[in-house]
């Protein structure tokens, strides 16, 4: 049983015979399936052992949409899920019990009772339009105990309603849950086969005929297209549902992989390899649909923690392919590059196959388009995304570098790719780990003073890079080098739970400046809430993925032109500097019109 009772694909073609829609009686067999008759033929909705007495649920009948019901005497009843008077779909959501020893239930709305055995309104009699205040009645019935297969999980929910908080006790914690660690499955391997490249550049020796700079160009390619993909990958996730993007997404990542397992040998063109890592970009666009679709299942107190699970688990993806590719060349050598995306290609068809037959799509309104470009004019949209740009920037451009920097500038003390290799995989480790730190804090003190300490720190942590480096000191600048990328995850973690605080935060206004009586403002502006959150999600992604390429790039020319990377690690001093001043004085400095709770 998932949040509501599924239709199956075929239901039965039997001929619904008259009788008392509410005529099933208690007793019935935990395992019998439950079926409702729309007038022509029965369709099986769920298993009878199921539902909860007490509580309702939403069938697809026919098309439309039925509120069931088991009530606590065991009896079961089906009537039309739109409240006449509201015009919401809510029925299944009221409050069961009985009036004068009439079992009743009533609408979360405006509060009619009616009558579960007949649909009728004890309250009034005609609804606003003029029409009878009564609800459709369905026949419902049970058949078995079952012998046959329980009904097909949909692919799409009925419903889910996460802030509510019996439907989340009841089923929401449940699905979220098993989305969750499926998402975080999928993302994971998306960002192995995006970060291969640090990996694989380390194996690429004399023979290659590639410079530190070339090789610095090989990382920066996969980045820049993985930031690119995800405003599209974004939107995606609304226009095709969650699950179905994440199959289709998985299934990508086996073209990057099959391609470089192919091409890549002593003799193959610099253009050859820089195609094979533009199309590993597939793997960054996973990270912003997986974080859009989680963001939709959590409720807003929760969002903080799950979305740094995702993104912590997702991230773990970048410490354990350069852990694979250490462990080849630690026992077939750096000749057997290929051997690294060979052994990725079974995870990916494996990762697709059970993300087809597990997940979930959460039933949503197709406006990703319109969301973005009404985000693109809030000024706070530039200021997250300028914040992720500083932490997770930081985060996957150090990922993707930090193997090449350690070659390039300590290169007589680590002069072999496993040495190089065995201190590449801590920082990515690191920061992965701190990521669903940063988001839990964040949950509990607020993103915004998560985020200003975490920048500040971040600032110490480049100075004394940049000063190890200057003075040739290789523990300092490996331990320096370490707490950047645990204080990157950390703001990762907070800058994200920033995004639906943010916008929580813009719904509550418009609900206090809504005209009294607008009992639509509500659910319009958390409606709003969460697809600017969403939007903002990806755009924020997107920009923040873009950091790692501007890292890349900053210490491709600070070791062209000075043969080290302190001109690099001046230029992150400053920026860190730059966004925690930034942080205070849009989301902490007092000001009467700041927004409280980011």
Same mark, same amino acid.
């Given at each position: ?5 599924h239709?199956p694909t075929?239901?039965t ?11 099933e ?9 439950v $079926?409702i #008759?729309d007038g022509d033929t029965w369709?099986?909705?769920c298993r ?6 007490g509580?309702g649920?939403t069938?697809l ?6 509120a069931l019901?088991r009530?606590a005497? #065991?009896a079961l009843?089906?009537?039309?899920n739109?409240?006449p008077?509201?015009? %919401? ?8 019990g009985s009036r ?7 609408s979360?709305?405006?509060k009619q009772?009616?009558?579960?055995r007949?649909?009728?309104c ?5 609804a ?7 609800l459709?009645?369905? %026949? ?5 105990? *079952?012998?046959s297969?329980p009904?097909?999980r949909a692919r799409?929910l009925? $419903?889910?309603?996460p802030?509510d908080?019996?439907f989340?006790e ?6 979220a849950r ?7 499955l999928?993302?994971?391997?998306g960002f192995?086969?995006?970060?291969m490249w640090s990996v694989l550049?380390l194996?690429l020796?004399p $023979?290659y +005929?590639?410079?530190a700079?070339?090789?610095?160009t090989?990382t *920066?390619v996969p980045?820049?297209v993985g930031?690119?993909l995800r405003?599209?990958?974004t939107?995606?996730?609304? &226009?095709? !549902?969650g699950r179905?993007?994440?199959v289709?997404?998985?299934?990508l990542?086996?073209l ?5 397992a192919?091409?890549?040998?002593p +003799?193959?063109?610099?253009?050859t390899?820089?195609v094979a890592? %533009?199309?590993a970009?597939v793997g960054g666009?996973?990270?912003a649909?997986?974080?859009a679709?989680i963001?939709?299942?959590?409720p807003?107190?929760l969002? !903080?923690?799950a979305l740094?699970?995702? *993104?912590g688990? /997702?991230?773990l ?5 350069q ?5 080849i060349?630690a026992?077939?050598g750096?000749?057997?590059?290929r051997?690294?995306p060979m052994?990725?290609?079974?995870l990916?068809a494996?990762?697709a196959v059970v993300a087809a037959?597990r997940?979930?799509?959460v039933p949503?309104?197709r406006k990703s388009g319109?969301?973005l470009? $009404?985000?693109t ?5 530039w200021?997250m995304s ?11 451009g150090?990922s ?5 920097v350690?070659?390039a500038?300590?290169h007589h ?6 040495k190089v290799a ?7 480790l690191?920061?992965?780990?701190a990521?669903?730190?940063g988001?839990?804090w ?9 985020t ?8 110490v942590g480049?100075?004394?890079i940049?000063?190890?480096? &200057?003075l040739?000191l290789?523990?300092?600048?490996l331990?320096? =080098?370490?707490a950047?990328?645990v204080?990157?995850?950390?703001g990762?973690?907070s ?8 916008? &929580?935060?813009?719904?509550r206004?418009r609900?206090?400046? %809504?005209p009294?009586?607008?009992t639509t403002?509500?659910a319009e502006?958390e409606?709003?809430?969460?697809r600017?959150?969403t ?6 992604g997107?920009? /923040?993925?873009?950091g #790692? ?6 210490f ?6 000075a043969?080290n ?9 400053a =920026?860190y ?10 989301y902490?400095?007092?000001a009467?019109h700041r927004?409280?709770?980011?």
């Amino acid at each position: 049983m998932t949040d509501t009772a599924h239709a199956p694909t075929a239901p039965t073609q039997q001929p619904v015979r008259p009788q008392d829609p509410s005529a099933e009686a208690a007793g019935a067999a935990p395992d019998a399936l439950v $079926e409702i #008759g729309d007038g022509d033929t029965w369709t099986s909705v769920c298993r009878y052992g199921d539902l909860t007495p007490g509580r309702g649920v939403t069938a697809l009948v026919g098309g439309e949409q039925v509120a069931l019901f088991r009530d606590a005497d #065991g009896a079961l009843h089906a009537l039309a899920n739109r409240d006449p008077f509201s015009g %919401a779909y809510v029925i299944s959501r009221g409050v069961t019990g009985s009036r004068a020893g009439t079992p009743v239930v009533t609408s979360p709305m405006y509060k009619q009772a009616f009558d579960l055995r007949t649909g009728d309104c004890l309250d009034e009699e005609r609804a606003p339009d003029g029409t009878p205040a009564a609800l459709r009645t369905w %026949a419902v019935r049970t058949t078995g105990p *079952a012998t046959s297969p329980p009904p097909p999980r949909a692919r799409t929910l009925a $419903e889910w309603r996460p802030e509510d908080p019996a439907f989340w006790e009841r089923v929401g914690a449940r699905i979220a849950r098993r989305n969750l660690w499926l998402s975080v499955l999928t993302e994971h391997i998306g960002f192995s086969i995006w970060s291969m490249w640090s990996v694989l550049v380390l194996f690429l020796g004399p $023979e290659y +005929g590639i410079d530190a700079a070339g090789k610095f160009t090989l990382t *920066a390619v996969p980045t820049a297209v993985g930031a690119a993909l995800r405003l599209p990958y974004t939107a995606a996730v609304a &226009r095709f !549902g969650g699950r179905n993007w994440t199959v289709v997404s998985a299934l990508l990542l086996l073209l990057p992989t099959a391609f470089v397992a192919v091409v890549l040998e002593p +003799g193959v063109s610099y253009s050859t390899l820089l195609v094979a890592a %533009a199309v590993a970009g597939v793997g960054g666009g996973n990270f912003a649909s997986s974080m859009a679709n989680i963001n939709a299942f959590y409720p807003q107190r929760l969002k !903080g923690r799950a979305l740094g699970i995702n *993104a912590g688990g /997702g991230n773990l993806g970048v410490p354990a392919v350069q852990l694979v590719g250490l462990l080849i060349l630690a026992t077939a050598g750096a000749a057997h590059p290929r051997l690294l995306p060979m052994v990725y290609l079974p995870l990916i068809a494996l990762t697709a196959v059970v993300a087809a037959l597990r997940m979930d799509n959460v039933p949503t309104t197709r406006k990703s388009g319109p969301a973005l470009r $009404e985000i693109t004019r809030d000024r706070h949209t530039w200021v997250m995304s300028l914040l992720y740009l500083g932490t997770f920037g930081s985060f996957i451009g150090f990922s993707f570098a930090f193997g090449l920097v350690l070659q390039a500038q300590f290169h007589h003390q680590l002069d072999t790719p496993v040495k190089v290799a065995c201190l590449t995989v801590l920082g990515p480790l690191l920061g992965s780990l701190a990521r669903p730190v940063g988001g839990a804090w964040a949950d509990r003190h607020g993103g915004a003073r998560v985020t200003l300490a975490t920048f500040g720190a971040m600032a110490v942590g480049a100075a004394l890079i940049l000063t190890a480096s &200057r003075l040739h000191l290789p523990a300092l600048f490996l331990a320096a =080098f370490a707490a950047l990328f645990v204080l990157s995850g950390i703001g990762n973690g907070s800058t994200y739970r920033m995004i639906p605080a943010l916008h &929580r935060a813009k719904a509550r206004r418009r609900v206090l400046a %809504a005209p009294t009586g607008d009992t639509t403002a509500p659910a319009e502006a958390e409606a709003t809430a969460q697809r600017h959150a969403t939007a903002l999600i990806g755009l924020a992604g997107a920009i /923040g993925a873009f950091g #790692g390429v501007l890292v890349n790039i900053a210490f491709r020319q600070s070791f062209l032109t000075a043969h080290n990377g302190d001109a690099a690690y001046l230029a992150f001093l400053a =920026f860190y500097v730059l966004c925690s001043a930034l942080t205070w004085t849009v989301y902490l400095r007092p000001a009467p019109h700041r927004l409280s709770g980011v």
